[in-house]
């Protein structure tokens, strides 16, 4: 069964530029969440979904960032414009209900 | 500053313990997690302790869990360089399954 897929892999933007995520969860994991982890720190949340509805997004700075996931199952994060300090790696897991999060491999964005 | 932390950097020999620690500051916390995460990969569930018991252990692995003193650790038997990756801890606060990630520690294995 395949895990957690993430695309692109690596995207390298240059600031004031918008950058999108792709995030396809395990098959019928109906919780979905988005973290960005930074350099040497632990990934921090930015939203979670319950299938196509976003029932956290505390996190997310909603001036540049906004999330999808319109069919309950896979997702899209944006950010537009790209600011220097949004480089980081940014994952996405899944969950069966409240059940262990599986993780993708991220995508590791850099802005120049 | 962050809610759980960790030591940064951690080197043993291979075939030594390893004893990673982590603090926390939820005393409600319902789970406590171990992460693994190696170069260019995302973060693979090790294990996890209940926030009821003292201990678990999982062939080389083994929680230990103070609840009063809000500290869990992992301790690895007989270390093998293929265990060199970055250990975060989490708790589990509240509903919906919510996770606060430690800053990491990076166990480096020499042979």
């Known amino acids: 069964e395949a895990g957690v897929v993430q695309s692109p892999r690596y995207k390298i933007i240059e600031k004031k530029q918008p950058v999108a995520f792709w995030c396809n969860p395990i098959?019928?994991?109906?919780?979905l969440y988005w973290y960005r982890q930074n350099l040497g720190q632990g990934p921090e949340l930015l939203i979670r979904?319950?299938?196509?509805?976003?029932?956290?997004d505390s996190q997310l700075p909603k001036d540049r960032f906004s999330a999808e996931r319109l069919k309950g199952v896979d997702s899209t994060l944006k950010i537009q414009p790209a600011e220097l300090g949004d480089s980081a790696v940014y994952l996405c897991?899944?969950?069966?209900?409240?059940?262990?999060?599986?993780f993708g491999p991220g995508t590791r964005l850099t802005v120049l | 500053g962050e809610d759980v932390e960790q030591s940064l950097f951690l080197s043993v020999r291979e075939g030594d313990s390893s004893v990673i620690n982590c603090t926390y500051t939820?005393?409600?916390?319902?789970?406590l997690y171990w992460y693994k995460q190696e170069p260019g990969a995302g973060l693979q569930l090790l294990t996890y302790i209940f926030s009821n018991m003292d201990m678990k252990q999982d062939q080389r692995l083994t929680v230990l869990l103070n609840k009063k003193d809000k500290h869990l650790s992992l301790r690895i038997a007989d270390t093998q360089t293929g265990d060199s990756a970055i250990y975060f801890c989490?708790?589990?606060?509240?509903?919906?399954?919510?996770?606060?990630f430690g800053g990491g520690t990076r166990l480096m294995v020499k042979p």
């Open positions: 939820d005393s409600s916390s319902t789970y």
């Open positions: 098959s019928g994991h109906n919780t």
């Open positions: 979904y319950e299938n196509e509805e976003a029932v956290d």
């Open positions: 897991a899944s969950s069966l209900h409240d059940g262990e999060q599986f």
């Open positions: 989490a708790e589990r606060q509240g509903a919906g399954n919510m996770l606060t």
